[in-house]
């Protein structure tokens, strides 16, 4: 298995630009969950969901931010407008969601996000 | 949901063993206890979970503390790859989200 699959790996736009996040799943799971990185921040999870199903978007800091998972397999998360605060590593991450409290997450090696 | 805390940094030699603490004293009774490990420049990797009893696998071992509001990861002989951030977090049968520390940076000396 390829693993968790993001693109693209490094991104760079400018201010008020929309930008759209790829993911995709290991095939099987149906559970998936973004998250973002900061220096100041660490790891925070945004969203997750779970059988296509947004299940917690506590996360995700404004109006700006959208989830969605249009399939079984694939997820994208999309910024409008960006703005320079928004730049970060964001990682989505899948998960087999057979038993709860045992679940593994298998994450993808992230989106450098760069806003001028 | 479960706050846990972590050392932010360590420093360990090459080949010694390495105990990176982590708390969680607000864990409930049927969370599970996760640890990841993050390298430079890659995606969070799992390492290691338990509930109750200590769990050993090819890559660490977990000890969690009788009453579970503590654990300890331990490296058993640290290698120059295991430098990375160390994550613990809690994770519960009723959600479907970890609950991830700030983490350790374990830094691995020759």
């Known amino acids: 298995d390829a693993g968790v699959i993001q693109s693209p790996r490094h991104e760079v736009t400018e201010m008020g630009q929309e930008v759209t996040l790829r993911c995709k799943l290991i095939s099987g799971h149906n559970s998936l969950f973004w998250y973002r990185q900061t220096m100041m921040r660490g790891l925070e999870l945004l969203i997750y969901?779970?059988?296509?199903?947004?299940?917690?978007d506590s996360g995700m800091p404004e109006d700006r931010f959208s989830a969605k998972m249009p399939n079984a397999s694939f997820s994208t998360l999309k910024i409008q407008p960006s703005e320079p605060r928004d730049s970060a590593v964001y990682f989505c991450a899948s998960s087999p969601r057979t038993s709860g409290g045992t679940d593994t997450q298998y994450f993808g090696p992230g989106t450098r996000l760069t806003v001028l | 949901d479960a706050k846990t805390t972590q050392p932010n940094s360590m420093e360990s030699n090459e080949e010694e063993p390495v105990h990176l603490p982590c708390n969680h004293s607000?864990?409930?009774?049927?969370?599970?206890i996760h640890w990841y490990r993050q390298l430079p420049s890659q995606g969070p990797e799992y390492v290691i979970h338990g509930l109750t009893s200590n769990v050993n696998n090819r890559m660490a071992s977990l000890a969690i503390a009788e009453d579970r509001k503590s654990s300890t990861l331990i490296l058993h002989r640290a290698t120059l790859r295991d430098a990375a951030v160390y994550y613990c977090?809690?994770?519960?049968?009723?959600?479907?989200?970890?609950?991830f520390g700030k983490g350790t940076k374990l830094s691995v000396k020759p």
């Open positions: 607000t864990i409930s009774g049927t969370d599970y």
């Open positions: 969901f779970n059988n296509n199903v947004p299940i917690d």
């Open positions: 977090g809690t994770l519960g049968g009723s959600q479907g989200n970890l609950i």
